[in-house]
Protein backbone atom coordinates (compact mmCIF):
# COMPACT_ATOMS: atom_id res chain seq x y z
CA UNK A 1 0.00 0.00 0.00
CA UNK A 2 1.44 3.65 -0.97
CA UNK A 3 1.50 6.04 2.10
CA UNK A 4 1.88 9.49 1.64
CA UNK A 5 3.64 10.41 5.13
CA UNK A 6 7.37 10.37 3.79
CA UNK A 7 6.24 13.31 1.23
CA UNK A 8 6.64 16.28 2.98
CA UNK A 9 6.35 17.80 6.82
CA UNK A 10 2.97 18.07 8.60
CA UNK A 11 0.48 20.75 7.76
CA UNK A 12 -2.52 20.05 8.37
CA UNK A 13 -5.08 17.81 9.71
CA UNK A 14 -7.85 15.32 8.50
CA UNK A 15 -10.20 13.67 11.17
CA UNK A 16 -8.77 15.38 13.85
CA UNK A 17 -5.07 13.96 13.29
CA UNK A 18 -1.89 15.26 11.40
CA UNK A 19 -1.33 14.61 7.82
CA UNK A 20 0.61 15.75 5.24
CA UNK A 21 0.54 18.72 2.60
CA UNK A 22 0.08 15.87 -0.35
CA UNK A 23 -2.97 14.02 1.08
CA UNK A 24 -4.64 16.98 2.16
CA UNK A 25 -4.54 18.32 -1.34
CA UNK A 26 -5.36 14.67 -3.35
CA UNK A 27 -8.43 14.96 -0.54
CA UNK A 28 -9.19 18.59 -1.49
CA UNK A 29 -9.18 17.76 -5.42
CA UNK A 30 -11.51 15.07 -5.06
CA UNK A 31 -13.50 17.07 -2.55
CA UNK A 32 -13.60 14.94 0.26
CA UNK A 33 -11.33 17.03 2.85
CA UNK A 34 -13.45 20.13 4.14
CA UNK A 35 -12.88 22.62 6.58
CA UNK A 36 -15.27 23.29 9.95
CA UNK A 37 -14.62 25.75 12.71
CA UNK A 38 -14.64 23.64 16.37
CA UNK A 39 -17.03 26.81 17.78
CA UNK A 40 -19.80 25.67 19.79
CA UNK A 41 -22.10 28.04 17.55
CA UNK A 42 -20.23 26.24 13.94
CA UNK A 43 -23.56 25.04 11.51
CA UNK A 44 -21.34 24.45 8.23
CA UNK A 45 -18.60 22.81 6.68
CA UNK A 46 -16.72 24.71 3.81
CA UNK A 47 -14.81 23.77 0.65
CA UNK A 48 -12.68 26.69 0.70
CA UNK A 49 -9.95 27.15 3.47
CA UNK A 50 -10.34 31.22 3.21
CA UNK A 51 -13.97 31.31 2.84
CA UNK A 52 -15.53 34.62 4.41
CA UNK A 53 -17.88 32.30 6.95
CA UNK A 54 -14.58 30.75 8.59
CA UNK A 55 -13.36 34.37 9.37
CA UNK A 56 -15.34 34.36 12.09
CA UNK A 57 -14.50 31.00 13.91
CA UNK A 58 -12.81 31.93 17.46
CA UNK A 59 -11.97 28.13 17.77
CA UNK A 60 -9.29 25.99 15.92
CA UNK A 61 -10.14 25.55 12.08
CA UNK A 62 -9.74 21.49 11.27
CA UNK A 63 -9.84 19.28 8.09
CA UNK A 64 -12.06 16.65 8.56
CA UNK A 65 -13.69 13.94 5.20
CA UNK A 66 -16.78 15.48 4.00
CA UNK A 67 -18.71 12.36 5.34
CA UNK A 68 -17.34 12.99 8.82
CA UNK A 69 -18.21 16.65 8.37
CA UNK A 70 -22.01 15.22 7.85
CA UNK A 71 -22.57 12.92 10.25
CA UNK A 72 -20.51 13.23 13.12
CA UNK A 73 -20.38 16.87 13.45
CA UNK A 74 -23.43 17.65 12.18
CA UNK A 75 -22.99 20.36 9.71
CA UNK A 76 -24.15 21.87 6.32
CA UNK A 77 -22.27 23.05 3.28
CA UNK A 78 -21.41 26.26 3.73
CA UNK A 79 -23.44 28.91 1.39
CA UNK A 80 -20.88 30.73 0.32
CA UNK A 81 -18.23 28.23 -1.03
CA UNK A 82 -20.43 24.73 -1.13
CA UNK A 83 -22.08 26.08 -4.23
Do not use: W
Not at 11 to 16: D, W
Not at 17 to 39: D, E, M, R, S, T
Request: glycine share 4%; charged share 25%; net charge positive.
Amino acid sequence: MFSFAPLVETVSELEGKPVNKNVAQFYNKVNLLVYICKGGAAYAYHMDKACEGLTYCTRDIIAVTKSDAKAKFKRKPCKRCSK
